[in-house]
């Protein structure tokens, strides 16, 4: 594991883009998993620069994305789908037929999360995984839990991740009661993974990830028995950590 300060947002999402624009120089048909949210915004402005000043080559990198919202379509401004074509999609090369994510609008949960496990596994696996980190230590939507789940499954959000979520929405009553999501192991089986997180609202979660015991009650605790994990943060986040002896 390896931890890096960020001086601010900038900073942070500057870091986040040269570590990802690396793993596409080195191998540019690289696999990457991708996250929303709004952490990784500027992180997605500053990858959108490098190809806009011709640094970044998308054409043959292949995306997955990490969750959706079970009853949006990829049109509905708040679906994941639109939000990658708002912030990455639309502004790159990468090509349209090998960008993924779970479809919202699935008739049958069960057999899209089949699908969607198929889709990670025939692209080779994933690269490098990018990761926000939740309040409760969520990554994607695998939520505080009794075990971790595995592969691809549909979830019931908490009441504290879609009050969370709920200021994208118009109210409360908007956000979705369910998403799909990568599961734990289909994350950890990722060959790098990259968290980002900004802010004292995420402190004790990061401490109890990395510093706490590895349990379901702190999804992204996990993350500790992974052999490449950079965790790229700012001060406030980082506060709780900076106060265990020898973290950074």
């Given at each position: ?9 900038q ?43 011709g ?57 899209e ?35 971790f ?66 349990t379901?009650?702190v ?10 994990v ?9 506060q ?5 002896k020898?973290?950074?």
């Amino acid at each position: 594991m390896k931890i890096y300060e960020a001086k601010d947002y900038q900073d942070l999402s500057r870091k986040a883009a040269n570590i990802i624009s690396a793993q596409v120089i080195l191998k540019p048909n690289a696999v990457l998993g991708l996250a929303t949210g709004s952490t990784p915004i500027g992180t997605y402005k500053q990858l959108v620069e490098l190809y806009e000043k011709g640094d970044l080559d998308f054409s043959s990198v292949t995306t997955v994305n990490l969750d959706e919202y079970q009853g949006l379509s990829s049109g509905h401004d708040q679906s994941y789908r639109y939000f990658m074509e708002d912030n990455l999609f639309k502004h790159v090369n990468i090509p349209g037929e090998r960008s993924f994510l779970p479809d919202g609008l699935a008739a049958d949960g069960a057999a899209e999360c089949r699908r969607y496990n198929t889709v990670i596994e025939t692209t080779g696996g994933v690269d490098l995984q990018l990761l926000g980190i939740g309040g409760n230590g969520h990554i994607g939507f695998n939520e505080p839990d009794e075990d971790f789940k595995k592969e691809t499954h549909l979830v019931t959000l908490t009441k504290e991740t879609r009050l969370a979520n709920a200021r994208f929405f118009s109210s409360l009553e908007e956000v979705p009661t369910h998403a799909f999501t990568m599961g734990i192991g289909t994350i950890m089986a990722a060959r790098k993974i990259l968290l980002l997180a900004n802010g004292e609202g995420k402190a004790q979660a990061l401490y109890d990830s990395f510093f706490g015991p590895i349990t379901p009650r702190v999804p992204a605790s996990i993350l500790q028995l992974h052999s490449d994990v950079i965790i790229i943060a700012d001060k406030p986040a980082l506060q709780l950590i900076h106060q265990h002896k020898g973290a950074l």
